[in-house]
């Protein structure tokens, strides 16, 4: 029998199922629910890629606090209770988020290690997993433009090097306008 849905506190090993947590005082709730929020979210900061500055989100994102826990507890708990959880994890300013390791969309992604591939740039890493996701399917939005055969030619040629003939210039002038 499969075991139903628990939500756990740090100090928690058994966790309450959500009828269990409907019955809850309003503190507790919040705490169950920010300790929900906290292992599924990060500040994307953390392990989140970025390109010239900005966050690529790659597994999805940003996400708004109060939108999550209303989608996840709406059946269980109020719009105010989502509204106060949300508040609570956007205290120190945090206000986009990313999905963390334990994150149903990052399930059996692996974490590359940072000496992994010592030679490669956060783009380059960025590149080499949209590739790998693209060719098993999992980047949907690319398909709605038809543009998933595009992409992988384009993220393949990215990745070669270019090939300099004996007559070409170390250092090219930039070109004109």
């Known amino acids: 029998m499969a075991q139903g849905k628990r939500y756990y506190l740090d100090d928690d090993e058994y966790g309450v199922t959500p009828s269990q947590l409907k019955r809850l005082g309003r ?16 500040d994307p900061s953390y392990r989140t890629p970025r390109d010239a500055g900005q ?14 826990m209303l989608a996840e507890f709406a059946n269980t708990l109020s719009s105010d209770r989502a509204w106060e959880a949300a508040q609570e994890v956007q ?3 945090t206000v986009e988020w990313a999905p963390s390791e334990h994150h149903p969309d990052r399930a059996g992604v692996q974490a590359a290690e940072p000496d992994e591939r010592p030679d490669e ?6 590149s080499a997993e949209l590739l790998r996701r693209l060719h098993r ?3 949907r939005w690319l398909g709605k433009f038809g543009q998933v055969d595009e992409w992988i030619s384009c993220l393949t040629a990215a990745k070669l090097p270019r090939i300099r003939r004996d007559d070409d210039e170390a250092n090219p002038p930039d070109a004109q306008p």
Request: charged share 25%.
């Open 121 to 126: 740039t956060p783009v380059e890493q960025l």
């Open 55 to 68: 966050f690529i989100y790659l597994w999805g994102g940003p996400y708004d606090a109060f939108d999550v």
């Open 91 to 93: 205290a120190d300013g």
């Open 27 to 42: 503190k507790k709730q919040v705490a169950y629910m920010t300790a929900w929020f906290r292992r599924n979210y990060e």
């Open 137 to 139: 399917g999992e980047e």
